[in-house]
C-alpha cells in the first residue's frame, strides 16, 4: 500500500491548491529554500498521524499553520465597506493505491474521481456561525478565529468516521535538524520500539511495569516519605503519596528510556540519532503498519562516511516501503538515484525519470558529482577544472566591476570530462548552462560531440562556446606534441609574454619556456590571474560565454 498523489491546499508556504504524484517506492524531493520540500512531508505526516511537531494538531491550532497570504487576504475582507470572505481552510487529500482499502474507496474528494483515499482537514466549526458573526459587526476579528475551527478527517466514501488509528497506512517522520522529547525520551523512538512488539509482549511490558509499581512502593525510603507526607499534610482528607505512574493501560510509554552505550537516546549526537531511527522505520517487523518514511535532509548532522551508511540502508533495506526524502546533497541525490528526483520549481514539480540509464548509472557511482548545484541554479557555466573556474572567475569579475558571477545568480562549476552528463540533465529541466571547453586541436571531432546541442539541434537554453581556432608549434615536452589548444596556450595568445611574466612573477625569455612553465602548474597560474590587477585580456570564446551567462 502507498500514497499515489497529494493534495494540498492552503497550508504554509502552498497558497491555493498543489498537486503532486508520488513514486510508488522512493522520492527525492529537492528545491531551493521555501520551495516546498518541508511543507510536503509535514503535510503527508499530520494528514496520516494528526501530529505537528509531536504534538496532536487539535490541542495545539495555529493561524501559522495557514498560508499567510491566504490569512492576510481574509483580514482584508473584514474591513469595514468590503465583503467578508469565508475563512480559509486547510485540506490535505491523501490519494492509496493498494488491496483491502474498500471503504476508502469513493468520490468524496475535489477531484470527483472513484478512488481510494481521504480528507484532513482543518476548518471552520459551523457551530459557531452565529458567534462568529456577532464578533465580524463589532469589527472583533484581527487575526484568524483558530478558536472556532476543528480538525476532522473524511474518506472519499464519505464516512466521517476516521482516525489516524483507521487510516491503513502509517507514517513514521525522521528530522536530524530537531529533536522532540517527551518526559526525557523522544517520541518517535518509543513510538517505533512499540510496533517492534506484538500484542502479547506489550502486556508483558505492561505488567513489569506494574510490578515495578509494587516494588518501588515497597521500598522503605518510599514508605518513610509517604508516611511524613500523610502525617504532615493538611490540603487534603484523601491519601497523598508518591507513586509510579500508571492512570492508563499504556503508561509505560511515558517511562521507557532509549540508551545507546549507557547514555539516554537524546543526549547522543543527532547524527546517529538520524541513523538508528531510519533503520529502525525500514526494519521493523511490521511493515505494513509503517509503510511511509519521511526524512527531512538526512545529510544534517553525519560525515560523509555515516551519510553513505544512510544512504545504503535506504537502497538496500526499505523493502515495499514507501519513502519520501528532502535534500540539498547531491551526494544523496546521486547515490539514491536521479531517477527517483523531484525538483520543485514555483510550486510546479519537474522529474528526472527520462534519463540515458547509464547517466544514473553514472552519477550513482561517482555520487561526488554536485548535481544538484546545477539543478538548484537558473544559470551556469560548466568549466572542466579548477584553473579554468578560477580564469572564467577573474574574465567575469573584469566584465562586472568586481562582481562573482554568483553574486549575479551564476554559478560556475567544475565538472571535469562529464559536460554530456550534466546536459541531458539541463536539458530536462531547462536550466540555462553555458559549456566553456578546449577544442583539443580537432574541432570537426568537439561538434560531432555536442552536435545534439549545435546548429540546428542548438537549444536556446544551452550553449557550447570553444576557441573555433586551431594552433600549432614544434614545441615537445617530455618527448610529447604540447596541445596549443588548451586554456593556458589560449591565455598566452590574448596576452604576450611580458603581461604573464608580471602576473606569474616570473622572467621567461621565450613563449615556449613559459608554456612549459603553464602546464607544470595550472592552478598557481590560474590563481595569479584570479588575483592579478594588471590589465589581461582573455580569448574571445570565454568572454562569449560570461556575456552569454549575464
Known amino acids: 500500500m502507498h500514497i499515489n498523489k497529494i493534495q494540498i491546499e492552503n497550508f504554509k508556504s502552498f497558497q491555493g491548491t498543489f498537486n503532486l504524484s508520488l513514486n510508488k517506492g522512493l522520492n527525492i524531493l529537492v528545491g531551493d529554500n521555501e520551495a516546498g520540500k518541508s511543507t510536503i512531508i509535514e503535510a503527508i505526516h499530520l494528514a496520516l498521524t494528526g501530529l505537528y511537531n509531536g504534538k496532536y494538531l487539535k490541542n495545539d491550532l495555529s493561524q501559522y499553520l495557514f498560508n499567510n497570504q491566504v490569512?492576510?487576504?481574509?483580514?482584508?475582507?473584514?474591513?469595514?465597506?468590503?465583503?467578508?470572505?469565508?475563512?480559509?481552510?486547510?485540506?490535505?487529500?491523501?490519494?492509496?493505491?493498494?488491496?483491502?482499502?474498500?471503504?476508502?474507496?469513493?468520490?468524496?474528494?475535489?477531484?470527483?474521481?472513484?478512488?481510494?483515499?481521504?480528507?484532513?482537514?482543518?476548518?471552520?466549526?459551523?457551530?459557531?456561525?452565529?458567534?462568529?458573526?456577532?464578533?465580524?459587526?463589532?469589527?472583533?476579528?484581527?487575526?484568524?478565529?483558530?478558536?472556532?475551527?476543528?480538525?476532522?478527517?473524511?474518506?472519499?466514501?464519505?464516512?466521517?468516521?476516521?482516525?489516524?488509528?483507521?487510516?491503513?497506512?502509517?507514517?513514521?517522520?525522521?528530522?536530524?535538524?530537531?529533536?522532540?522529547?517527551?518526559?526525557?525520551?523522544?517520541i518517535y523512538i518509543s513510538r517505533i520500539v512499540k510496533e517492534f512488539l506484538d500484542s502479547k509482549e506489550i502486556v508483558e511490558i505492561s505488567q513489569a511495569h506494574r510490578r515495578m509499581k509494587e516494588s518501588f512502593m515497597g521500598e522503605d525510603a518510599i514508605k518513610n516519605i509517604n508516611n511524613k507526607i500523610e502525617t504532615a499534610s493538611k490540603i487534603s482528607d484523601k491519601k497523598i503519596e508518591l507513586s509510579v505512574e500508571l492512570s492508563s493501560k499504556n503508561a509505560w510509554e511515558n517511562s521507557l528510556m532509549t540508551y545507546l552505550d549507557d547514555v539516554p537516546f537524546h543526549y547522543i549526537g543527532k547524527g546517529?540519532?538520524?541513523?538508528?531511527?531510519?533503520?529502525?522505520?525500514?526494519?521493523?517487523?511490521?511493515?505494513?503498519?509503517?509503510?511511509?518514511?519521511?526524512?527531512?535532509?538526512?545529510?544534517?548532522?553525519?560525515?560523509?562516511?555515516?551519510?553513505?551508511?544512510?544512504?545504503?540502508?535506504?537502497?538496500?533495506?526499505?523493502?515495499?516501503?514507501?519513502?519520501?526524502?528532502?535534500?540539498?546533497?547531491?551526494?544523496?541525490?546521486?547515490?539514491?538515484g536521479l531517477k527517483h528526483l523531484i525538483l520543485l520549481n514555483e510550486k510546479k514539480t519537474v522529474r528526472l525519470n527520462q534519463l540515458q540509464p547509464d547517466t544514473y548509472d553514472f552519477f550513482e557511482k561517482l555520487s561526488g558529482y554536485d548535481t544538484l548545484r546545477m539543478i538548484l541554479c537558473k544559470t551556469v557555466i560548466l568549466v572542466e577544472g579548477d584553473s579554468d573556474e578560477l580564469v572564467v572567475q577573474k574574465a567575469f569579475m573584469v566584465a562586472n566591476n568586481g562582481s562573482l558571477p554568483i553574486e549575479k545568480g551564476i554559478d560556475v562549476i567544475s565538472v571535469g570530462t562529464s559536460f554530456l552528463r550534466f546536459l541531458e540533465i539541463a536539458d530536462k529541466i531547462g536550466s540555462n548552462v553555458t559549456v566553456i571547453t578546449d577544442n583539443d586541436?580537432?574541432?570537426?571531432?568537439?561538434?560531432?560531440?555536442?552536435?545534439?546541442?549545435?546548429?540546428?539541434?542548438?537549444?536556446?537554453?544551452?550553449?557550447?562556446?570553444?576557441?573555433?581556432?586551431?594552433?600549432?608549434?614544434?614545441?615537445?615536452?617530455?618527448?610529447?606534441?604540447?596541445?596549443?589548444?588548451?586554456?593556458?596556450?589560449?591565455?598566452?595568445?590574448?596576452?604576450?609574454?611580458?603581461?604573464?611574466?608580471?602576473?606569474?612573477?616570473?622572467?621567461?625569455?621565450?613563449?615556449?619556456?613559459?608554456?612549459?612553465?603553464?602546464?607544470?602548474?595550472?592552478?598557481?597560474?590560474?590563481?595569479?590571474?584570479?588575483?592579478?590587477?594588471?590589465?589581461?585580456?582573455?580569448?574571445?570564446?570565454?568572454?562569449?560565454?560570461?556575456?552569454?551567462?549575464?
Not at 472513484?114 to 459557531?128: A, H, L, Q, T
Not at 463589532?138 to 476543528?150: C, F, Q, S
Open 71 to 186: 490569512v492576510s487576504q481574509y483580514l482584508q475582507s473584514l474591513e469595514p465597506d468590503k465583503t467578508a470572505s469565508p475563512p480559509p481552510k486547510i485540506h490535505i487529500e491523501i490519494y492509496l493505491e493498494g488491496d483491502d482499502i474498500t471503504e476508502f474507496e469513493g468520490n468524496g474528494n475535489s477531484q470527483k474521481e472513484n478512488v481510494c483515499g481521504f480528507s484532513f482537514k482543518i476548518e471552520f466549526d459551523e457551530n459557531y456561525q452565529k458567534e462568529y458573526e456577532e464578533l465580524i459587526k463589532v469589527g472583533e476579528i484581527k487575526t484568524l478565529p483558530i478558536e472556532y475551527y476543528n480538525v476532522s478527517w473524511t474518506s472519499f466514501s464519505r464516512d466521517e468516521n476516521v482516525t489516524p488509528r483507521t487510516i491503513p497506512i502509517r507514517s513514521a517522520l525522521i528530522d536530524s535538524s530537531s529533536s522532540k522529547h517527551q518526559n526525557g525520551s523522544d
Open 441 to 550: 586541436g580537432d574541432v570537426d571531432a568537439l561538434k560531432k560531440k555536442y552536435e545534439n546541442y549545435l546548429g540546428e539541434r542548438a537549444r536556446p537554453n544551452i550553449k557550447i562556446c570553444f576557441d573555433p581556432d586551431v594552433d600549432i608549434g614544434e614545441l615537445k615536452l617530455n618527448d610529447k606534441k604540447y596541445n596549443y589548444n588548451t586554456l593556458e596556450p589560449k591565455l598566452l595568445k590574448a596576452n604576450n609574454l611580458e603581461v604573464l611574466n608580471e602576473i606569474f612573477g616570473s622572467n621567461y625569455t621565450n613563449d615556449d619556456e613559459l608554456r612549459g612553465f603553464m602546464k607544470a602548474n595550472k592552478t598557481l597560474c590560474a590563481m595569479k590571474v584570479f588575483e592579478t590587477s594588471t590589465t589581461l585580456n582573455f580569448p574571445k570564446y570565454i568572454l562569449d560565454a560570461i556575456q552569454t551567462g549575464q
Open 272 to 336: 546517529e540519532q538520524c541513523l538508528i531511527k531510519t533503520k529502525l522505520a525500514l526494519g521493523h517487523k511490521k511493515a505494513k503498519e509503517a509503510n511511509v518514511i519521511l526524512l527531512e535532509e538526512p545529510e544534517n548532522h553525519l560525515s560523509h562516511t555515516k551519510l553513505n551508511q544512510l544512504t545504503s540502508y535506504i537502497k538496500n533495506d526499505s523493502g515495499e516501503k514507501q519513502i519520501l526524502i528532502s535534500t540539498h546533497s547531491s551526494f544523496v541525490a546521486n547515490k539514491l
